[in-house]
Each structure stands twice: as structure tokens, then as C-alpha cells.
């Protein structure tokens, strides 16, 4: 599989490594990368992580706008210029920086969360709250969607 699922929490070193789980490895080797793209989250306390499929998508969603447009560059400079390019050791091993750990409130633990394209990192407490809040959402939603005629649109679990 060529996507990044499941979830992992796992501790950081004496001297602040972390390893990547082996699943998402795999699909960074796959994707053709040794290096971690890392930027802080734009809509989380978190970082949003992949490959060069996931700066793939941040170019398409940049190129969508015009040259020079405003919006083209707040978000070049929003993914961009805050993405870090981290280096996997031969253990699969990356150093968060103090700028990424700062935003995403990482102390010694961090809770890897696939997300198909891209995988997001979190601190695990922050992770869980917001795992229950979307859990309520899906869950609203699923309400809301079971209320129509039929089961078209539904979502099961």
C-alpha cells in the first residue's frame, strides 16, 4: 500500500530522535525519498509530514493561483518557507527541530497519524482530544446522514 494509515506513538531519544514507523518508511522509500518533508500544520498544533508525493500536492495547490497573486504567496510562504527538509538516518530516524517540537508542543513523545497522502505528528495528549472531537463530528455526520431516505451517503462503523 502506497499510503500512510494506522497510528503510532512513539518516544524520543537522548538526543531528540525519533523513528519513523516502518510502515511509513516504506512508502517513503517507495515514493523515492530519503529526506522527511516537515512543516507545521496550517490547521493544527501539529506537523504534516510526507514525501515528494506531499510536496507534489502543496506545488498543485500553489499552482492554482495566479503568479504574484496574494493568496499563490501566503501560501508559498506558509508551506514553503516554514517545510523542513529532515534527513532519515539508516535506523529511519529523524531530528525534529526545536521550531517544529515548539509548534506542535512535543515534549519526549509524538503520535504519528496516517492520513493517506501525507502523515500528521502530534503530541499523543493533544492527539487524543482531538481524535474524540472528530470522532463527535463523524459521528454528527453520520446522524445527519442517516436521517435521508436510503442508506446513499452513509457512513458505516
Not at 21 to 47: M, Q
Request: proline share 5%; with cysteine.
Amino acid at each position: 500500500m502506497d499510503r500512510f494509515v494506522s497510528t503510532y506513538t512513539m518516544r524520543l531519544d537522548a538526543k531528540g530522535r525519533v523513528s519513523i514507523p516502518a510502515p511509513y518508511r516504506t512508502v517513503l522509500a517507495k515514493d523515492g525519498t530519503d529526506l522527511l518533508h516537515c512543516h507545521p500544520s496550517l490547521a493544527e498544533p501539529a506537523l504534516d509530514a510526507g514525501g515528494t508525493s506531499l510536496m507534489a500536492e502543496i506545488e498543485a495547490l500553489i499552482a492554482r493561483y495566479p503568479p504574484y497573486s496574494e493568496a499563490r504567496e501566503e501560501l508559498a510562504a506558509a508551506l514553503y518557507g516554514t517545510t523542513e527538509m529532515l534527513r532519515i538516518d539508516p535506523e529511519g530516524r529523524v531530528v525534529l527541530t526545536e521550531s517544529l517540537k515548539t509548534h506542535a508542543a512535543i515534549a519526549d513523545q509524538v503520535t504519528f497519524v496516517g492520513l493517506g497522502h501525507k502523515f500528521r505528528i502530534w503530541e499523543p495528549e493533544r492527539f487524543r482530544a482531538h481524535l474524540a472531537e472528530a470522532r463527535e463530528k463523524v459521528r454528527q455526520l453520520r446522524r445527519s446522514l442517516g436521517s435521508g431516505s436510503g442508506n446513499e451517503g452513509s457512513i458505516s462503523g
